[in-house]
Every structure is written in structure tokens, then in C-alpha cells.
């Protein structure tokens, strides 16, 4: 039996949650059954990371999706669509591609009228809680499958669509081998690039620089922290895709030296060595209102470092058991959170405890190899015209 062919498609140019599970998925895909190509602009971080586990790659110049009134930028925006559209197509014509995969709600935009055109199956797997019911329920239409990365985005397309019998869950895993684990060295070297003193007490945080992942609440938690923690020190790590999320970023700098912590919190933009943020830290303070998973909690657990969760009964419930890997804290003050990052603080045996029941839970329940296995279920049931719910259990994890 020849291998079955796919295609996945992405627009994101730097590195995040989507396109490290994207990694995580191709890297750990059963390939005497499939065969990947991806599909990304040029310089983009997931090339490189890929390219060298011998995925055959193609550069295209998928533009995210704009809103404008600018007639010129707008028809700029037209030629380079249809331009890159034409380029997907004839990768799936010369790759005899079976199925395309959208990683994005903008790639699924260019795959569903690419699967129209040539007659391929399309997945999209969707990844976030802030589409419009329109373009939600346009995007889920023209989809074959729709894989969503937890229950409870699968809630949401539920609540947008009327279309349940091609929604299907499977949970975001982490490569475990790829992060690896703590290193003192690692540690000593993070803190002091940060400036942060050795012995100090860190707080991290990580996530693109976007409001929805509420930064400012971080910033009003340090503080409180401050006052009962004297040698604490804080971590922002992010993203930052456009000018919008520089100009939050400009913000946020205004609101630390607002509520006088500049001097202990440092603003950091992605690095590949993400491993070295987790080492470096000491406990994960995760803020973010309707996460729609929560990859970064997994990573930190998978580290060993306590976790605080402001708590809105999405994403982040269905991995952390609260009071047993991590606190789940509602609702969501900063009061609240500095209260449960305090007592971590001040009980080291409550930080090992947790820490150890957190990395033995995203071993045993949310690896990527499982996470991949699923998948590939998913494409096999679609191949022979069965429900995608049939390869997968909606409520299983990715174990």
C-alpha cells in the first residue's frame, strides 16, 4: 500500500504554541503509513525545524487574512492570495497529495478553496475560541474534518456549527525528548542573561503578547507577590507577530513601572530554547482568559515547576487537577493568584510534590507520540469515508 500524502499549510512566520504542536506532530508521524509536505512562507521558524527530520518542504507566501478599506493595500492583498493559491495548487498536483491540513483558521481560508479546486480532503485543525459565527461555521463547512485540540474548543464549534459529525478531539501532546529536562547550567545561565539574581524566587509567564492572555493581571499579581516575597523576581516571555502586539507589548512596560516593578520583571521575546525559560523559573503563573488548551502549561509541568492557573473552566481544566499537579484558581484576581503563589512559595515540599505529579502526568497522559498516532486514525477513517469521530474517542486524551 503506497503511503497516503499530505499537505500542511501554515501562515505563521514565528514560532508558537500551533506551530511547536505542528513540529511535535510531523516529527513523531508513522511514516512508513504517511507522507508529509509542509507548506510555509519563506524564513519561517517551522521550516527549519522540520526540514532537517526530512520533511519535504515548499515556501509559500501565505499571508495572514486582513481587514482594510485601503483599495491599493487591499488589491495587493488579492494578487498575493491568487498568487500563492496557484503555488499550493501545483504542489498538490506534482505531490499527488490526498489530503491538505490547515493549521490555521488563515491557512484553512486558502486550503478550503484549494480542496475545492483539486478535489483533495481537507482538515482543519483548529486551535482558538475567537472566531465570528460566520466565518467559524464557513471554515467548518468546507472542511472534511475538523480536529479540535481540546474539549473545549470542541464546545465551541459546537455552539458555532451544526455540523458535529466532523468535529473530532484530539489533544495536543509535547515531544518530551525534544524538551528534554532541567539543567542547572541552563538555569545559572537564563538568570543571569535576565539579570536575575541566583537565589531569587521566579515567577514565569509565557504566551504571545496579545491582551486575551492578560499580562496585566501577571503585572498586578507581582506586585501583591512583592510585598509578601522580597526576593521575587518576574518573567514575561511572548511573541510578538505584528505592530499591534508591539505597541501591547510598549504597553505593558507602562503598567510594570506603574505599579513599581519594573525592576523586577523582565520582558523577553521568544527564543528557541525554550527549555531554558522552564529551567530557569520556578513557578508558572498562567493568566490567560478562554485558553483554548494551554500548551505552556503542559511544557512547564513536563519540567517539574508548579503550576497557578487563573481558572475560567476552559482549556487549561482538562490538564491540570487542581490540588494534585496544579492550582486552579477562581476567580480569576490577582489577589487569588498571589495568595496561591505564596503558599508555594513558602513550602518547598509543596513545590516538589507538585512538580513531580506534573511531569509524571504529561509523561504518562499528553506525549506527542500518542498525540500523532490519533491523528493519523483520524486521516485513515477520512481516507474510507468514515465518520472522524470513529478514529478517535472525543474525550480521550492524547495518553
Known sequence: ????????????????????????????LDRDKFSAVLAAPAGAGVLSCVEQDGVRVVTVPIARVIRTWNPFRLLHYVFSFCRSLWKLRKCVQE?????????????????????????????????DLRYGRRICRWMVNQADCVVAISETVHRFLLQMTDCPHKIVTVMNGIDVERLGKNNQAARRDFRAESGIPAEAFVVGMIGQYTPWKNHEIFLQTASRI???????????????H?????????????????????????????RSDVQSFYTGIDLLLHPAQR???????????????PVVIADDGSGPQEIVSHGRDGMLVAPRTAENLARAVVEFAKD????????????????NQFSAKAMSARMGQVYLHLLQQESPDAAVSSTDHAS
Open 242 to 270: 505584528d505592530r499591534q502586539h508591539a505597541r501591547y507589548l510598549t504597553r505593558l512596560r507602562q503598567v510594570a513601572y506603574e505599579l513599581n516593578v519594573y525592576d523586577i520583571v523582565s520582558f523577553l521575546t521568544y
Open 95 to 127: 505531490e499527488g497529495i490526498d489530503i491538505v491540513h490547515a493549521n490555521t483558521a488563515s491557512a484553512q481560508i486558502y486550503c478550503a478553496l484549494l480542496a475545492m479546486s483539486c478535489q483533495v480532503l481537507l482538515v482543519w485543525q483548529c486551535r
Open 1 to 28: 500500500m503506497s503511503r497516503i500524502r499530505i499537505l500542511y499549510v501554515t501562515d505563521a512566520k514565528t514560532m508558537g504554541g500551533a506551530e511547536w504542536s505542528l513540529v511535535d506532530l510531523l516529527r513523531n
Open 226 to 240: 512583592r510585598e509578601q516575597i522580597p526576593n521575587s523576581y518576574f518573567v514575561i516571555m511572548g511573541t510578538v
Open 348 to 363: 518547598e515540599k509543596k513545590m516538589e510534590q507538585f512538580g513531580e505529579a506534573g511531569q509524571q502526568k504529561v509523561e
Open 291 to 305: 485558553e483554548p488548551f494551554g500548551r505552556v502549561v503542559l511544557e512547564s509541568m513536563l519540567h517539574s515547576r
